[in-house]
C-alpha cells in the first residue's frame, strides 16, 4: 500500500529530494493499482461488448460475397470501366464462375446479395445457370440476352460491378434510401422502395412526443415530491418505482390486457358512458405512446427530483415577498434552476426511447415500429446482416450524439439511478 | 409544504390542483401493474371485470406437472441460473472497477468510464444482434454460458455505478489507519472497505440481477430452447395467445420486483444511516 521509506528522518525532510521520490512513487503504485482494479472489467466488456458491436457496425461497409464465391469474376470486373457493354472475356469469366457457383452452391448467397442491388437478380442468376448457354459460342453475351433480355441491360452489369469492391456504402447508402445508378452515382432510391429516412423520422417524432408527455407529467409529480415531508415523498417515490423495477414484459402484457377492445380501460370507459364502441386503444400508436410513457416516466421524474431537492423553498418566498405574481416567480425563480434537471430528464429519456424495441412490437401496429424493429428484423427474419450493421450504424450515431451533450450537461460520473 | 391559513384561492386552486393532477398520473403509473394481479385468480380465461368466480387454475398451469407447466418450469430455473451467475461476474468486475476508478486520478479517465457504462446506453438490440453475430462464431449461441456473459456486460454498469456513489462518501482515512495499524491489503478491504461500501455493491447486485432476468432480446438472440426465460416464455405466449397463464407468471415478477425494490430501499435506508446522512 505504501511505499516503503528507507530513511524515515530524511525522508520527511520538507523539500528533501528523498521525500518528492517516495511521493512519486507512492502515486505511480496508486495509479498502477487503479488500472489493475479496472482491467478485468476493461478487458471483459472489450470482449463481450465492445468488440461484437463494432464487428457487427463493420458488417454495414463489408462486401464479401462475389469476392469470396466467384474471386475471377471479381477481379475481372474490376478490372473493367463499366462503360458501355461489358467486353466480351468477361462475359465468358461471369459463365465460368456462375456455373462453378452453381455446381458449389453457392449461387444463392451471391444472388441474395445483388438481390439486395436490384430485385429479381437473384432468380435472374438461378435461371441463368440452369440454361447457360454453350461456353464455346462466339457472342456469349447475344446468348445470354437471348436467355433474359435483361442481361443486355447495362444496370445489371454494374450492380455486379458494385458488389465486387472489397468494401461498399450501398447498405449505408440505403439506410438513408440511396443508391447507385448504373453510372456509380448516388440518387434517391424510388418512392416505393424507401422505407428507411420514413422510419427514422417515425422513430425521432415518437421520441419526441414521449419526451414532451414525461416532461408534462413528470415535472408538476418531481415538484410533488420534492416539496412534501420526507416520509410522504419516500412513499411516493416507492410507488413511482414501482413499475421502474415491474418487468417491461410485465407492463406491456398489463397494457396488452387493459387496452385491448374487451379490456378493462373499455369496459368502464362504456359503462360510464364516456363513448359508446370499444375504441381501438392498442396495437396504435396510441397504445405505443401509453406504454412507453408508462416506462419512461421515473426517468424523468428522478433527475428533475434531485435537482429540486436542493432548491430551497424561501427563494420562492423572497420572490412573492418582492411582489412577483406566483407566476411570474415561478417562471423567473423557480424554473430555471430545474433546467439542468430537466435538461438530463430530457436526454436520457430521449436517447432510451429511441433504442425501444420489445414494446413498440408488442403494443403497436405495423406503422409504429420503430428502427429498432428494423435492426432485428434484417438481422433474424432478413439475414441482411449489411443492413442490421448500417441501421445499428445509424441508431449508434443518433445515440452517441445525444449522450455527448448528456454528459457535457450532467456528466457520466454524476449518473445517478434512482 | 402545509398550505398556510391564509392562502389565497389561486393558492387552494394550486395546492390542490398539483395533487389532484399528480394523484392522477400516480394512478396511471401503478393502477395497471396492480389491476392484472387479481384478473390472474379468475375462473374464466377473460381479461375482465367483474370475475365470476376465482380458481388458482393458472397457477397450477405454472406449478403443475403438465407439459406447458414442464416448460414454465424450466423457464424458471433458467431465469435463475442466467441472473444470478451474471450478476456474480457483474458484481465482483464491477466492484473491483470502482473502487480502481476511486483510487487515482489517470489520463482519459472519463472515456474509461463512459466506455465501462456505455452497456446502459447503447440500444439493446444492437448489444443482441452484435453478441448473436460475435458469440456464433465462437460457438456460444444457444448456450446458457454465451447469455450469461452478455447479461454480465449489460449488469456490470449499475454495480460501477452504485459503488462509485457509495464510495463518493468514503473516509479513505479509515484505509490508511487500517494499514498503520498493520493490516494487509486484503485484510483492510475485507474488513473495513467492503462493510462500508457494502450497501452500494449489493445495490449495484439486484439492479443487474433485475436487468437480467428482466432481459428479453438478448434472450430472443442467443437462446435456444433450452435456454428459455421466463420473459422468453411470456414474450412467445403474448404473440401467440393472450392466456391467463401470462398473467398469472407476470403477477410471480411483480411479487419479485416488489420485493426487489424494497430490498433497494432498505439498502439505501441503512446507507445513510451508516453514513450519518439522516436529512429529516
Partial sequence: ?418 | MALPPYATISQRVGYYGLRIGCGLVFFFLVAPVLVIIPLSFNQDPFFTYPMAGYSLRWYEEIFGDGPLSILWQRSFVNSLLIALCSTLLATVLGTLAALGLNRAEFPFKSTVIAILISPMIVPIVVIAIGAFYFYAQIGLVGTHLGIILAHAAIGAPFVVITVLATLSGFDHNLVRAGSILGASPVRVFRKITLPLIFPGVASGGIFAFAASWDEIVIVLFMAGPEQHTVPRRMWSGIREHLSPTIIAAATLLILLSILLMLTMEWLRRRNERLRGINQP
Fill in chain 1, 1 to 418: 500500500m505504501f511505499a516503503k521509506v528507507a530513511n524515515p528522518t530524511a525522508a520527511f525532510a520538507p523539500g528533501s529530494a528523498e521525500l518528492q521520490v517516495q511521493l512519486r512513487r507512492a502515486e505511480r503504485s496508486k495509479k498502477i493499482w487503479a488500472l489493475v482494479l479496472i482491467a478485468p472489467l476493461f478487458l471483459f466488456l472489450a470482449v463481450t461488448f465492445v468488440v461484437p458491436i463494432a464487428r457487427t457496425l463493420f458488417l454495414s461497409v463489408e462486401n464479401p460475397e462475389l469476392r469470396d464465391m466467384m474471386p475471377d469474376l471479381a477481379a475481372a470486373l474490376q478490372a473493367w470501366d463499366s462503360d458501355g457493354t461489358p467486353p466480351d472475356s468477361l462475359v465468358r469469366t461471369f459463365a465460368a464462375d456462375v456455373l462453378t457457383a452453381h455446381e458449389n452452391r453457392t449461387l444463392a448467397r451471391v444472388g441474395k446479395r445483388l438481390n439486395f442491388s436490384i430485385s429479381g437478380f437473384r432468380s435472374l442468376l438461378l435461371k441463368t445457370a440452369r440454361r447457360m448457354p454453350p461456353q464455346d459460342s462466339p457472342d456469349l453475351l447475344a446468348e445470354l440476352t437471348a436467355l433474359d433480355k435483361r442481361w443486355g441491360e447495362r444496370r445489371y452489369w454494374a450492380a455486379l460491378k458494385q458488389a465486387s469492391t472489397p468494401y461498399t456504402v450501398e447498405y449505408l447508402l440505403a439506410a438513408v434510401d440511396h443508391q447507385f445508378n448504373p453510372d456509380g452515382e448516388i440518387v434517391e432510391k424510388p418512392p416505393e422502395r424507401s422505407i428507411y429516412l420514413t422510419v427514422l423520422a417515425r422513430t425521432a417524432w415518437i421520441s419526441f412526443v414521449v419526451v414532451t408527455i414525461c416532461l408534462f407529467l413528470g415535472y408538476p409529480i418531481a415538484y410533488l415530491l420534492a416539496t412534501i415531508p420526507t416520509k410522504y415523498s419516500n412513499l411516493l417515490l416507492l410507488l413511482l418505482l414501482l413499475p421502474f423495477w415491474t418487468s417491461l414484459l410485465v407492463r406491456t402484457t398489463a397494457w396488452l390486457v387493459l387496452l385491448q377492445n374487451q379490456g378493462v380501460v373499455n369496459d368502464l370507459a362504456i359503462w360510464i358512458g364516456l363513448w359508446d364502441e370499444p375504441v381501438q386503444l392498442i396495437r396504435n400508436r396510441l397504445g405505443v405512446y401509453i406504454a412507453l410513457v408508462h416506462i419512461m416516466l421515473p426517468f424523468m421524474v428522478l433527475p428533475l427530483f434531485s435537482v429540486m431537492k436542493g432548491i430551497s423553498p424561501t427563494h420562492m418566498k423572497a420572490a412573492a415577498s418582492l411582489g412577483a405574481t406566483p407566476i411570474t416567480a415561478f417562471l423567473k425563480v423557480y424554473l430555471p434552476q430545474t433546467l439542468p434537471g430537466a435538461g438530463a430528464g430530457i436526454l436520457l429519456v430521449f436517447i432510451l426511447t429511441l433504442g425501444f424495441y420489445i414494446t413498440p412490437a408488442l403494443v403497436g401496429g405495423p406503422s409504429d415500429q420503430m428502427l429498432s424493429q428494423f435492426i432485428a428484423f434484417n438481422a433474424s427474419t432478413a439475414v441482411n446482416w449489411g443492413m442490421a450493421g448500417a441501421l445499428s450504424l445509424l441508431l449508434m450515431v443518433g445515440v452517441a450524439i445525444f449522450f455527448s451533450i448528456y454528459s457535457r450537461l450532467v456528466g457520466v460520473r454524476d449518473l445517478r439511478l434512482g
